[in-house]
C-alpha cells in the first residue's frame, strides 16, 4: 500500500509545526549529569524547572526509505557558564546521517566519534549543517534569542543516549566575558 503525500506548516522563526504527531519538551531537569556545574543546574531546576528546548515532529513510519524530519527550538541561557544545550545523541542505527538548516538565533552543532574525533560547526540563519553517519551530535544556543532549526534524518535512524550520557562530549561551550569559548 502506497503512504498518502501530507504537508505541514511551519514558523520559521517561531519553531513551531502546525498540528504536530509529537513534541519533546525537556525541562532543566531532564539535563541532569549533562552540565559540568550540577549545582547551577539544580538552582534552575528549584527556580521553576524551565524549559530547555522543544522538538516537534510528523510521524512517519520509522523504516528505511521514509524520512523523519522536525523542528526545534533551544531556550538562551547558561547553567553556571555553560551555554542551554541538547542532550546529544548517537542514531541507533550509526550509519545514518542528518542535516540541520538553522533558522532563527545563533549557536554551535557539537559533533564527535567514538573513536575521539570532535568537530562544531557554527549555526546562524541559512546556515546547514550535515551531520555524517557515525557522528554524535549535539546543538548549543550561544546567542541572546532561541536557536532554531530543521532537522531531517533516516525514519530509522533511532536515538542513543547512553553513550553520551555515560561519556559526554570532548569539548564544552561556555560564556567567556560574553563569548563563546571552546573548553
Ligand atoms: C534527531 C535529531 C533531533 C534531536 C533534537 C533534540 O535525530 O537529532 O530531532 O532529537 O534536536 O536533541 P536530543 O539530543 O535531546 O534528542
Ligand atoms: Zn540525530
Avoid at 513534541?23 to 527556580?47: C, I, P, Q, T
Avoid at 512517519?60 to 545523541?89: A, D, N, W
Avoid at 553520551?164 to 564544552?172: L, S, T, V, Y
Wanted: glycine fraction near 8%; include cysteine; charge should be negative.
Amino acid at each position: 500500500m502506497v503512504m498518502t503525500p501530507f504537508a505541514t506548516q511551519l514558523d520559521l522563526i517561531e519553531g513551531t509545526m502546525e498540528n504536530p504527531d509529537r513534541v519533546v519538551v525537556r525541562h532543566a531537569s531532564d539535563m541532569r549529569g549533562h552540565y559540568k556545574d550540577a549545582d547551577a543546574l539544580e538552582r534552575l531546576v528549584a527556580a521553576g524547572d524551565p524549559v530547555h528546548y522543544r522538538v516537534y515532529e510528523k510521524a512517519v513510519p520509522e523504516v528505511p526509505g521514509q524520512l523523519l524530519f522536525c523542528v526545534s527550538i533551544l531556550e538562551p541561557g547558561t547553567v553556571g557558564r555553560e551555554y542551554f544545550m541538547t542532550k546529544g545523541h548517537y542514531h541507533s542505527v550509526p550509519d545514518t546521517a542528518e542535516a540541520y538548516l538553522a533558522l532563527h538565533g545563533q549557536g554551535y552543532m557539537l559533533m564527535k566519534t567514538a573513536q575521539g574525533d570532535c568537530a562544531w560547526e557554527f549555526m546562524m540563519r541559512g546556515r546547514l549543517v550535515y551531520v555524517p553517519p557515525h557522528w554524535a551530535h549535539r546543538s548549543i544556543n550561544t546567542g541572546r534569542e532561541r536557536l532554531v532549526s530543521f532537522c531531517v534524518y533516516p525514519a530509522h535512524a533511532g536515538h542513543n543516549y547512553g553513550d553520551i550520557e555515560a561519556q559526554g562530549f570532548p569539548k564544552r561551550v561556555v560564556d567567556q566575558e560574553g563569548r563563546p569559548a571552546f573548553v
